[in-house]
């Protein structure tokens, strides 16, 4: 099984600050890593497919990159709309794996 | 607008039965390979099922191997997820998901998540 860890667990940041989260797997998965952003009571939302596609109607202030075994999600210039938990999830092999969450809090 | 809308889930003692749901719409079912999702309360994203495009390829995590059986009709639009000897740490939200790229024969991104269902079984 491939485990995915993200870094860190939790982020609090200033409106108009960057985040940075890291998801690190446990084996090389190519760019077939995604990224999720979950906001409370509610369906997590794709944002970043393969590592660096944006997902449509996701901001532009979304970005992804990595491949291999280290991945980055980049959120620049925050918005009080971002605060949310995100994972990243592989699809390289089975069975398919997220990362357990960094949650992102704006102070 | 592509939408999932699932049904039912509730409350179930151990080792009982359950089935729950997830209508396609806006969006042909048999062109997508399909997975359910799960996130016990307060934790984190856990892959539980996928099943093809066709319905003929299932698979399924170690954890529900045996007792889950994941399903779909495309004639109706309808997945189903029937979820047997069930146990206290089954408990969860249970997500149905559509891959993001058709007739793809891999593993994809969820492009689209179902609202969840609640399924709570004690002891």
């Known amino acids: 099984e491939i485990v995915l860890t993200q870094s860190p667990n939790f982020q609090s940041v200033t409106p108009k600050g960057r985040v940075t989260i890291t998801c690190r797997a446990s084996q090389s998965i190519g760019s077939s890593l995604h990224w999720y952003q979950q906001k409370p009571q509610q369906s997590p939302k794709l944002i970043i497919s393969y590592a660096s596609q944006s997902f449509s109607g996701v901001p532009s202030r979304f970005s992804g990159s990595g491949s291999g075994t280290l991945f980055t999600l980049t959120i620049n210039s925050l918005e009080a709309e971002d605060a949310a938990t995100y994972f990243c999830?592989?699809?390289?092999?089975?069975?398919?794996?997220f990362g357990q969450g960094t949650k992102v809090e704006i102070k | 607008e592509m939408q999932l809308l699932q049904s039912g889930g509730g409350f179930v003692q151990v080792g009982r039965s359950l089935r729950v749901s997830c209508v396609a719409s806006?969006?042909?079912?048999?062109?997508?390979?399909m997975s359910w999702v799960r996130q016990a309360p307060g934790k984190g994203l856990e892959w539980v099922s996928e099943?093809?495009?066709?319905?003929?390829?299932?698979e399924y995590a170690d954890s529900v191997k045996g007792r889950f059986i994941v399903s779909r009709d495309n004639s109706k639009n309808t997945m189903y997820l029937q979820m047997s000897s069930l146990r206290v740490d089954d408990t969860a939200i249970y997500y149905c998901?559509?891959?993001?790229?058709?007739?793809?024969?891999?593993?994809?991104?969820?492009?689209?998540w179902g609202q969840g269902t609640m399924v709570s079984v004690s002891s």
């Open positions: 998901v559509k891959d993001s790229i058709p007739r793809n024969g891999e593993f994809d991104a969820f492009d689209i």
């Open positions: 806006g969006f042909v079912l048999g062109e997508y390979s």
């Open positions: 099943t093809g495009g066709d319905g003929m390829t299932r």
């Open positions: 999830h592989q699809t390289s092999s089975l069975p398919l794996t």
